[in-house]
């Protein structure tokens, strides 16, 4: 298992993102460039199941600061919500430090099937996961000519 990586785990439920590879490192075109083949391991329940997808640097770099916020506002919410939507997690909290994130796998979405599940967790675990998508946007930064960049 590699050490580029971002994942939630309790009670036996996991959502984990691996990105392998950017999938077009040597393209013309930036938005290209910013795709990353990411190894995608769910379970829900005792449904569950692994797949690859393709995320843009910039869906990383996002929900991080999205989850940065979660550590000073326990009523925010941070939203992984890529351009395919073969994974959606919707995280939103209580006010009282405790999270819920809502989950979506689709690892095909022209088929239609989907596994929907929740995770729990709280404001402790807030670093850990900003820390992991850290190492992503290290390994994989943004490149090219995109509003957003690494912090």
């Given amino acids: 298992m590699s050490n580029t990586y971002f994942e939630i785990a309790n009670e036996g439920d996991i959502i984990r993102n691996e990105p392998l590879s950017l999938t077009f490192p040597k393209a013309q075109l930036d938005w290209d460039r910013n795709w990353i083949k990411t190894k995608v391991t769910v379970k829900g329940g005792v449904f569950g199941g692994q797949f690859v997808a393709e995320f ?3 869906d990383f770099e996002i929900f991080k600061r999205q989850l940065k916020n979660l550590d000073n506002d326990f009523n925010a919410t941070a939203t992984f919500e890529p351009l395919e ?8 909290g209580d006010g009282l430090g405790h999270f819920e994130v809502d989950c979506e796998a689709t690892p095909e979405p022209h088929l239609g099937q989907t596994l929907i599940f929740s995770i729990n967790f709280d404001q402790t675990q807030i670093k850990e996961y900003v820390r992991q998508l850290d190492t992503i946007t290290k390994a994989f930064p943004i490149d090219g000519d995109f509003k957003i960049h690494n912090e």
């Fill in 56 to 58: 843009m640097s910039t």
């Fill in 85 to 92: 939507q073969q994974l959606v997690l919707k995280i939103k």
